[in-house]
């Protein structure tokens, strides 16, 4: 079977993990984690990295960091993993979806628009405090017209980059200074997951970057049961336990030193494939639009309708020839733990729910070689003749 990922530790992975081994700096102190965090904020064109246990709970840190009031909104895309809204309801929290853009099937700035307008007019009460915009398989959302709306309606921006180690936006193209910058360094707060079929991974693992002092402060706080500095075991707030081991740190350094071979290769994953499929007529292949640099983290493709097959059977299908593959995300609005609670009613997302039934992510690991991309791509296409 071609496994959709398989992570690839190198020799030095193995010499800084071993090195904590013998040291005896295991625990979420140690030379790595520093290292790390600076390493990480650093690339990213943040000031402070705050590393914890995953990315689901960076999320839930980075939300935790807006202090919200119990019914305050965070606009997330529907089309995203539920760490997204949990993160916002754990933080006593209520996410306002919004659809996706049928092109990069990220965020669609438009859909935050008429979401902003929308919760504006209400009039309810509730107070909309941040937009939380996805990344999604390592194409970056377009964050100048979000930027826009935060500026206008003082909203913060958390940027999910957690399928976005190193994809980089175009900000500010329509003004006189465009610049490249990387994905998680645009917000307020970015959020990273090195869960291992992550671009960079720590096993499990997370980050929250940022450059404001008082976020980042608050973050370290909420990762470590919110101890105070000054009488240690009394606490004021409710924190959480929600450290990153120097052991997996030690991993993410020795991945870092490394980053740039890694981006070269899933990039070029991507571009194969893009070669490969591009003239199968019933298929929709991931964009690359011209103010972005994608990563290709993994490679989507979605069925055409005029094909008789969905995502599923088509997933079948390739297992059938030895190729594993992933769905795409099922909606937040479709989500049965959401509706008992009450949410998301009678909501509709055409592109996002077209997207859950016919996108597949091919296999896109960094151990995939030249002939099995042949081989995947070949299957795809055989099957769809
Ligand atoms: C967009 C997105 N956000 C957050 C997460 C959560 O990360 P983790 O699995 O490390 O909790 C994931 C996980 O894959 C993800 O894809």
Redesign the pocket.
């Known amino acids: 079977m071609i496994p959709v990922n398989e992570p690839l530790i190198g020799a030095r992975e193995e010499e800084y993990v071993l090195e904590c081994l013998r040291t005896g700096w295991i625990s979420s102190s140690g030379r790595f984690i520093e290292r790390f965090e600076e390493g990480w904020a650093t690339y990213c064109g943040q000031k402070f990295g705050i590393a914890v246990s995953?990315?689901?709970?960076?999320?839930q840190v980075a939300v935790g960091c807006l202090g919200l009031k119990p019914g305050d909104l965070v606009i997330i895309p529907t089309f995203?993993?539920i760490?997204?809204a949990l993160a916002v309801i754990y933080n006593g929290g209520i996410p306002v979806l919004a659809d996706c853009d049928p092109r990069t099937w990220c965020l669609s700035p438009e859909g935050v628009k008429e979401a902003v307008e929308r919760e504006t007019k209400k009039g309810n009460g509730h107070r909309l405090k941040a937009i939380m915009p996805?990344h999604?398989y390592g194409h970056p959302v377009d964050m100048d017209p979000l930027e826009e709306l935060a500026e206008a309606y003082s909203l913060a921006i958390i940027e999910?980059a957690?399928?976005a180690h190193g994809t980089e936006y175009l900000s500010g193209r329509m003004g006189s200074s465009p610049a490249w910058k990387r994905c998680g360094g645009l917000g307020d707060l970015g959020?990273f997951?090195?869960?291992a079929?992550?671009a960079i991974t720590t096993g499990?693992?997370?980050m929250v970057i940022t450059s404001n002092a008082i976020f980042a402060e608050r973050a370290r706080n909420l990762r470590n049961l919110c101890f105070l500095p000054e009488q240690r075991f009394l606490h004021t707030e409710a924190g959480h336990n929600f450290r990153m081991t120097n052991l997996q740190a030690a991993i993410g350094v020795a991945q870092l030193e490394r980053i740039e071979a890694i981006l070269e290769k899933k990039k070029a994953i991507g571009k194969a494939y893009c070669e490969h499929l591009k003239d199968i007529p019933s298929l929709q292949l991931p964009v690359e639009e011209p103010w972005a640099k994608s990563i290709y983290w993994m490679f989507g493709i979605v069925l055409h309708e005029d094909t008789d097959m969905n995502a599923s059977q088509m997933a079948q299908r390739l297992r059938d020839k030895g190729i594993d593959t992933r769905p795409f995300f099922l909606g937040m609005h479709e989500q049965p733990v959401f509706q008992q609670m009450g949410l998301f009613g009678n909501e509709h997302y055409p592109v996002a729910e077209r997207l859950a039934r016919r996108g597949l992510y091919l296999p896109s690991g960094l151990t995939l070689t030249e002939s099995q991309i042949d081989e995947v791509a070949e299957a795809v296409r055989d099957i769809l003749s």
Do not use: M, P, Q, R
Request: hydrophobic share 35%.
């Open positions: 995953n990315g689901t709970t960076a999320l995203t993993i760490s997204c996805v999604i999910d957690a399928e959020v997951s090195f869960y079929n992550k499990e693992g997370g």
